[in-house]
């Protein structure tokens, strides 16, 4: 064989070499991302079923004719904060919801309308038939009575409820590294103990999950409507770096995160279904707050809502579960997120 015919032999045979290791290499990553998708199914499916809890003898909403199904129905989920701190002596059964947030899901639109709920607002709560703080409902009656209170309040259906106790707050917070939010004054607040050990700073921060929270409590300094506003903000933040690239391996810490701190009536399968929400990118999120007053008439403080703002509030969700016409007029200063989001958040969860 000619010298020159050898090295084009040869020649040849590396590059078919080459392409074999890059093929090799190529399956070698598609099969750890579909290990890893697999094992992240099953862990979340796992996560899905410890934290499922159905509301008692509530399939539905009584304001539905039917069951809605989240990938093609206009839906609404009432996120529950709960304090069950021994600091505070409170449990599941006894304790305050500290923190309300009612979020209208239209696929159509893609879009979500997010409303945060002062703690102190002055509504009437059906499991005791008067009117009273809403953060009292949860201990008057739990989860249902959160529920009921909050469509008595606003007049449509709540379909799903998520609630978090602190822990999971937080630990979330670091399964994603932590976010980045606009902290508002310089400040020492109180852990999730109750002790003055957390210190913010004015200023664009990156928060772990104890300063995030501290962040989201804050109430002395300011109103319940900007502390709503705060707990928006940072419910925002959440869902822009979870939905980011560089947290995509992050999800099976998220997952682990929740854990049993979660407790929610949507299976797994329902769970799976608002991935059509961030398919292709975030959707449009417009935040809503409670406008009202102080009140402390009877010595007890109360924050009274504006009836008439009250009122555009309730025909913006209502219009935007598609229950009535578009008619409001009314702007808030919301926000929009958007971003870039992988089909690996997807096929992550995907059977």
Do not use: C
Not at 38 to 50: D, F, H, I, P, Y
Not at 133 to 157: N, S
Not at 159 to 172: E, G, H, K, T
């Amino acid at each position: 064989m000619k010298r020159k015919d050898y090295k084009k032999r040869n020649k040849s045979s590396g590059k078919r070499l080459a392409v074999k290791v890059v093929l090799l290499l190529t399956l070698s990553l598609f099969i750890v991302v579909a290990a890893y998708a697999a094992s992240l199914q099953k862990k979340a499916e796992n996560m899905a079923v410890s934290a499922y809890e159905a509301v008692p003898d509530r399939p539905k909403s009584e304001i539905r004719e039917v069951k809605v199904e989240p990938a093609n129905d206009n839906v609404s989920i009432l996120f529950i904060g709960v304090d069950d701190s021994e600091a505070r002596s409170q449990g599941d059964n006894n304790s305050r919801s500290d923190a309300l947030l009612l979020a209208t899901l239209n696929p159509a639109s893609k879009s979500v309308k997010l409303v945060s709920i002062p703690r102190d607002s002055y509504a009437y709560i059906p499991e005791v038939g008067y009117r009273d703080k809403i953060t009292h409902a949860h201990a008057f009656g739990g989860t249902r009575a959160t529920i009921e209170t909050v469509e008595e309040l606003f007049e449509i259906p709540v379909d799903y409820y998520v609630r978090m106790n602190f822990n999971a707050f937080i630990d979330v917070v670091d399964a994603i590294d932590g976010i980045d939010v606009e902290v508002p004054y310089n400040r020492t607040e109180k852990d999730e103990n109750d002790k003055y050990t957390i210190h913010l700073k004015k200023g664009l921060q990156h928060l772990d999950g104890k300063h995030a929270l501290a962040l989201a409590r804050t109430r002395k300094l300011d109103t319940d409507v900007e502390r709503g506003k705060r707990q928006q903000m940072i419910l925002q933040a959440i869902m822009k770096e979870a939905a980011s690239v560089k947290s995509i391996t992050k999800y099976g810490d998220v997952i682990e995160a929740v854990g049993e701190n979660m407790k929610t009536d949507m299976t797994f399968d329902e769970m799976k279904s608002f991935l059509e929400y961030v398919k292709g990118g975030m959707p449009q999120v417009d935040t809503l707050s409670l406008k009202g007053y102080d009140d402390m008439s009877t010595g007890i403080y109360y924050w009274k809502l504006d009836e008439t703002y009250l009122t555009e509030v309730k025909n913006i969700l209502q219009a935007h579960l598609g229950l009535i016409p578009d008619s409001s007029s009314l702007t808030d200063s919301g926000s929009t997120i958007t971003g870039s989001t992988e089909e690996a958040l997807e096929d992550s969860f995907n059977e």
